[in-house]
């Protein structure tokens, strides 16, 4: 058999027949579907036996949830293609995608052939706009990535690709098994890089790769983690390789690329916390020589080196102010959070905790303990009663008072989370922007 294209699939019923039209529509027939069902509690199930009915290249493998890398690594197990292709479930392609890609990559005897791809929004606003992933580096030519480096730092969309299955095999590339469906593209991509003697590149964009989806996996609350666990799991890769000290400036620029770009796409709230461990990397990466390499250019070096030598500065004049109207509901560790924020709020002159209950006075307590002045200290409330004028020996305000507060005042939102948008609304009326907020993670652990 000459292709095999993998789908993963988990509950995405409301796309998956334009994704499975699209493969339908392929004029290869010497192919097999291999849709991965990974316990969907919608009727992707019984979408994809209509398909499995209607053509005998479709196949379905049915299973219990274990994530997006499992998935792939069980049809990578299936597979019997020369050829291995993914699509994303809710993504679809055209026509002709897969017999153009399928002849490049017989006629280049390369390890992987990729193509461009357009976005496709799931509001339709930025329909058939092509993506540009490839600019600047070769295309309509094979070369070895390793020698044209930039190729680490483009976008992975390791599903605009065909893959020779016998160079994945023989190189012992699969995909990192953790839970959910965040990032273990990241490593895959990585590795084939790394081994990939020959690759092509197609200008030419086919995929359709939808965006912004409401219920994509990037929003998860644990993202850093993710994120985090898939760099580290690409370090242990590259060090037991003999070529680690050159991977290495491969691997650090293409980190901070990623958790830079996580860093401003970031929720407030959840900018700070990115950006201590994103600091904390830079360090590693910069004692050890990386930023030298070639593949560091200056722009980025100079970020870098900005972000360590001071990264509170960076921040204030980086980070999204309350103007950015979403609300972080997670945090990937509540401990390592709460210290990220009170070490945010320390260097302010002055620090408001909007909320007197209980979790204020915690937070109260935990500032003090760390050096804070009780004179540094305000409680505010949205409505202040006659007789509440101060609490645990620190005044109480009403929100109102502090219309037009300074830069050097910071609030802390230390109420539950279902309520923090109502309060949001009050401090953007007021014309606050230095906000803090807890997540009832945080809250739960004082």
Not at 124 to 151: A, C, W
Not at 204 to 217: D, F, L
Not at 295 to 321: C, L, N, P, Q, R
Request: glycine share 4%.
């Amino acid at each position: 058999m000459k292709l095999s294209i993998l789908v993963p699939i988990y509950n995405v019923s409301k796309y998956l027949p334009e994704c499975l039209d699209s493969l339908l529509a392929q004029t290869v027939s010497d192919m097999e579907i291999i849709c991965i069902n990974d316990g969907s509690t919608d009727n992707c199930k019984s979408i994809i036996e209509s398909y499995v009915s209607r053509d005998s290249r479709f196949k379905l493998i049915d299973k219990e949830n274990t994530g997006y890398g499992n998935s792939l690594n069980m049809g990578l197990a299936a597979a019997q293609g020369e050829y291995i292709g993914i699509v994303e479930s809710d993504d679809y392609i055209d026509a002709g995608m897969m017999h153009d890609l399928l002849s490049v990559i017989e006629k280049t005897q390369a390890d992987v052939v990729k193509s461009d791809y357009k976005y496709s929004s799931f509001d339709d606003s930025l329909d058939n706009k092509k993506s540009n992933n490839l600019r600047n580096l070769p295309v309509d030519m094979v070369f070895n990535p390793l020698k044209e480096q930039g190729i680490f730092l483009v976008g992975q969309s390791l599903w605009s690709a065909l893959y020779r299955r016998d160079f994945l095999s023989d190189n012992n590339i699969t995909f990192h098994e953790t839970p959910g469906a965040s990032f273990q593209d990241v490593s895959f991509a990585f590795k084939v890089m790394t081994n990939a003697k020959k690759i092509y590149l197609i200008d030419r964009a086919y995929y359709h790769y939808r965006v912004s989806n409401p219920n994509a996996s990037m929003k998860m609350d644990n993202k850093l983690d993710k994120l985090c666990s898939e760099i580290n799991y690409i370090e242990e890769f590259i060090g037991q390789r003999k070529d680690r000290k050159a991977l290495e400036p491969i691997l650090s620029r293409l980190a901070f690329r990623i958790l830079y770009e996580n860093y401003q796409w970031a929720v407030p709230a959840y900018q700070f916390v990115m950006l201590n461990e994103l600091a904390s990397r830079l360090r590693i990466y910069e004692s050890r020589g990386d930023f030298a390499a070639d593949i560091w250019d200056d722009e980025s070096v100079a970020t870098a080196k900005e972000i360590i030598v001071d990264k509170d500065a960076f921040y204030k004049k980086t980070g999204k102010k309350i103007f950015d109207s979403r609300l972080w509901q997670g945090t990937m560790n509540a401990s390592v959070y709460k210290d990220a924020i009170l070490s945010k709020a320390i260097p302010y002159e002055n620090i408001v905790l909007y909320g007197a209950g209980v979790v204020g006075s915690k937070i109260k307590d935990e500032l003090l303990n760390r050096g804070v002045q009780k004179s540094q200290l305000t409680f505010a409330v949205t409505s202040k009663s006659d007789n509440q004028d101060e609490k645990d020996g620190i005044p109480v305000k009403q929100i109102d008072e502090f219309k037009g507060s300074g830069e050097n005042t910071i609030f802390i939102i230390t109420v539950k989370e279902e309520k923090q948008y109502e309060m949001l609304q009050n401090m953007q009326r007021l014309g606050i922007e230095n906000v803090l907020f807890l997540s009832d993670e945080v809250r739960y652990s004082l």
